[in-house]
């Protein structure tokens, strides 16, 4: 069954800018016919109750998903088995690289990638494209046994794909790979040797979103468009991975919804101390903008669903009058009372701490 998801990282409460793109997520998925997916993304960070605040929340703005939840943590044989088979191709290698001896490479020059390539190798087409600043210049990529054994010594690896190898070229240059979205339109990326597996033994986001997308049959993908950069090489991802693990091959429609910013034009984050329901409830009667107290779940809901240009109430009511195409091409800005500049959303609030 086709599906979409919404996959929320359980690092803390989600705010007004989460929570009006998992409205979105579930507006696509349910007018495309779509089943729609919950998948709690916990391989790196879990703050403890998060997960269960997260589900109270989006339920009480009136979402419902398919299915139970799925979390990442119990999903890691698969990641494993995705590396494996990438590695029995010959297409992990090593890195010892640290996040400086990378930026100190990436800021030396180094040619440009000569002629685009399909992620399985056949000729592409398109305008030329580079790696973007800080991507991976393939510093260990051809380490030799005795260099590799030293560096074991020295520092734990991370895994890498070895890209240009998987794109049948492997002293050639990186892919060029292409997605096209139904907001922004066609974006074109090189795909550098990104993370399969972090030094520290954890999987990487890249990896494992890609792996989850497509064990789980998401054929479309609705998220901010701070996400919009890593799409190419995800994509690539999992047309390299899916005939390894028997699915066919993705076709994808992605949607990458504008985000919603404070006042000083900054995305909304939650170690900033962004907006939450649980923040807009505590609103005392008084506040400016507040004049009867506190703010209720479905009070939030209709000021999200009206900054998308769709009627109050229930979200199948909304659902009735969505339009994929008319949907914002801009960031959103919520009242100031209730997003301050990041940083100072509590005293903009006015809560008590």
Not at 156 to 172: H, K, Q, S, T, V
Not at 300 to 316: E, F, I, N
Request: proline content about 10%; hydrophobic content about 40%; overall charge neutral.
């Amino acid at each position: 069954m086709p599906a979409g998801r919404y996959a929320p990282s359980p690092s803390g409460s989600l705010h007004l800018g989460n929570l009006r793109t998992a409205i979105l997520a579930w507006l696509f998925a349910r007018h495309s016919g779509r089943d729609f997916l919950l998948r709690i993304e916990d391989l790196d960070r879990a703050r403890s109750g998060a997960e269960q605040s997260q589900l109270a929340d989006l339920r009480a703005i009136g979402l419902d998903w398919d299915g139970a939840p799925v979390r990442q943590s119990e999903r890691v044989h698969l990641y494993e088995r995705a590396v494996a088979s990438l590695a029995a191709d010959g297409l992990v290698y090593e890195c010892f690289c640290s996040r400086k001896d990378i930026a100190e490479a990436t800021r030396a020059p180094h040619p440009e990638p000569a002629t685009p390539a399909s992620p399985a190798g056949s000729p592409g087409s398109g305008p030329m494209t580079v790696l973007p600043p800080g991507s991976y210049p393939g510093t260990c990529r051809r380490l030799s046994g005795a260099e590799r054994e030293r560096r074991r010594r020295e520092r734990a690896a991370a895994l890498r794909i070895d890209a240009a190898a998987a794109a049948g070229r492997p002293e050639g240059p990186a892919p060029i790979h292409t997605v096209t979205d139904r907001l922004h339109g066609p974006v074109t990326a090189a795909v550098d040797d990104f993370v399969l597996r972090r030094n520290d033994g954890a999987f990487a986001y890249n990896l494992a979103v890609v792996v989850d997308d497509v064990a789980q049959g998401i054929d479309q993908v609705v998220r901010g468009d701070d996400l919009l950069s890593s799409t190419p090489r995800q994509d690539w991802l999992a047309r390299l991975l899916a005939p390894r693990t028997s699915s066919p091959a993705p076709d994808t429609e992605y949607v990458h919804v504008p985000l919603v910013l404070n006042e000083a034009g900054q995305r909304l984050a939650k170690r900033d101390g962004a907006v939450t329901l649980e923040d807009l409830a505590a609103l005392r009667e008084g506040t400016p903008g507040v004049p009867d107290g506190g703010w209720s779940p479905g009070r939030v809901r209709d000021l999200l669903l009206g900054s998308l240009g769709l009627p109050a109430g229930d979200l199948r009511h909304a659902l009735a009058h969505f339009d994929p195409d008319g949907v914002p091409r801009l960031p959103w800005t919520p009242p100031q009372t209730l997003a301050g500049p990041a940083g100072r959303a509590r005293e903009k609030l006015r809560l008590p701490r």
